[in-house]
C-alpha cells in the first residue's frame, strides 16, 4: 500500500470479414431456385497494449475440474494465443425456391432455409477489463478483511495507508476461451392463391432456432465445491483464487415456430377497397431470454 488506480483507458480493436455469393436459377418457366453462401468471421478483441488483456483459462479434467484449475493469463500468453480463441468456421448458406404451382400464375409455392451469425457485444466483453493483474474487483467486510469501515474521505478507503496487506480473493469477468460464434438457423413455407383478381389468400410457415446464444453465469458461487467436486466443506467454491467468476459463454438457445393465415387485396370489387388481415399462431421458447437476464 498505499494502493493505485486502475488504467480504466483501452483501445480494442478487431479485425472482422465476410464475404458471399448468391444466385438465382430459373430451372424452367414454372420454378426459380435462389442458391447462396455467406461466410463471416467477427475477430477476437484485442487491445493496442496486449498486456492491458487478461482472461481465465480452464485446466484440465471434467468442467468442474477445469474451473478448479483454471488460471488467469495475460491473453497473448494463453493456450489460444488471444482473450478466446478465433472461430474461423462460420458458414452461412441460404436455399430458397419459388414454384408456379398449376402454371397459370395463380398459385404459388415458396420456402427457404438460410443461416445467420451475430458477433457478442462489447459490454459483455469489454468487462474483461476488471481482470488481474491489472486491475481487482475486492470486499472488504469489517471484523474480518480490516477492523473496521468508518467513511472514508480518500477513494482508496482502507487501503490508503502504508505497509501491506492481504487482499481477499478478487471476482472475474471471464470470457469462454473457445467461445463459439452465436448462430441462427430459419425456414419458411408458404403457399398463394389468388382468389378474385388482386385478392390473395396465403398459408405461411416460418420456424427458428438459436444456437450458442450469448449468456453470462457464475461458475464459482459458494458451494460448488462440495456439490461438484465432494469438498469436505459445504461453503466451498470450485475455484479456491477467486470468488465470484462471471462466464461469459454460449449456454442460450431458442426455438419459433409460426403459423400465419394472411388475406390480402388492394383494389376489392375494383372499389379501392385495401385490405390485409392476418391471423398468427406461434409458440417461443428459449432458456435465456438475453444475455443478462438470468440467474
Not at 483501452?10 to 447462396?36: F, H
Not at 472514508?152 to 495507508?161: C, E, Q, R
Not at 461438484?228 to 470450485?238: M, Q, W
Request: proline share 5%.
Amino acid at each position: 500500500m498505499p494502493v493505485g488506480p486502475p488504467a480504466f483507458g483501452r483501445n480494442n480493436r478487431y479485425n472482422d470479414g465476410a464475404w458471399y455469393v448468391q444466385d438465382s436459377w430459373k430451372v424452367n418457366p414454372r420454378l426459380t431456385l435462389n442458391l447462396g453462401l455467406r461466410w463471416e468471421y467477427y475477430g477476437v478483441q484485442h487491445n493496442a497494449n496486449p498486456s492491458l488483456d487478461s482472461n481465465f483459462y480452464l485446466g484440465t479434467g471434467n468442467i468442474y475440474q477445469q474451473v478448479r484449475t483454471g488460471t488467469v493469463q495475460i491473453a497473448n500468453q494463453s493456450p489460444v494465443g488471444g482473450l478466446w480463441a478465433k472461430d474461423l468456421n462460420n458458414f452461412a448458406p441460404r436455399v430458397g425456391f419459388a414454384w408456379d404451382v398449376f402454371g397459370d400464375g395463380s398459385t404459388s409455392l415458396r420456402g427457404g432455409y438460410g443461416m445467420g451469425y451475430e458477433r457478442n457485444f462489447g459490454n459483455v466483453t469489454f468487462n474483461v477489463i476488471q481482470n488481474p493483474p491489472n486491475y481487482a474487483v475486492v470486499t472488504l467486510v469489517a471484523g474480518s478483511d480490516v477492523p473496521v469501515l468508518p467513511i472514508y474521505t480518500d477513494n482508496s478507503g482502507p487501503l490508503a495507508g502504508t505497509g501491506t496487506k492481504a487482499l481477499p480473493g478478487t471476482s472475474l469477468r471471464a470470457v469462454q476461451q473457445n467461445l463459439p460464434t452465436a448462430y441462427t438457423q430459419f425456414w419458411s413455407a408458404s403457399i398463394d392463391r389468388q382468389l378474385i383478381r388482386n385478392s390473395v389468400l396465403s398459408l405461411e410457415y416460418s420456424g427458428s432456432t438459436g444456437t450458442g446464444l450469448y449468456d453470462i453465469a457464475n461458475l464459482n458461487d459458494p458451494g460448488y465445491g462440495s456439490a461438484f467436486l465432494g469438498d469436505a466443506r459445504a461453503a466451498n467454491r470450485i475455484n479456491y483464487q477467486y470468488t465470484n467468476i462471471n462466464y461469459r459463454g454460449g449456454g442460450g438457445f431458442s426455438n419459433y415456430n409460426g403459423v400465419n393465415l394472411k388475406f390480402s387485396t388492394n383494389n376489392l370489387f375494383n372499389k379501392g377497397l385495401q385490405l390485409v388481415a392476418n391471423y398468427t399462431w406461434s409458440h417461443s421458447i428459449d432458456n435465456l431470454s438475453d444475455t443478462f437476464s438470468g440467474g
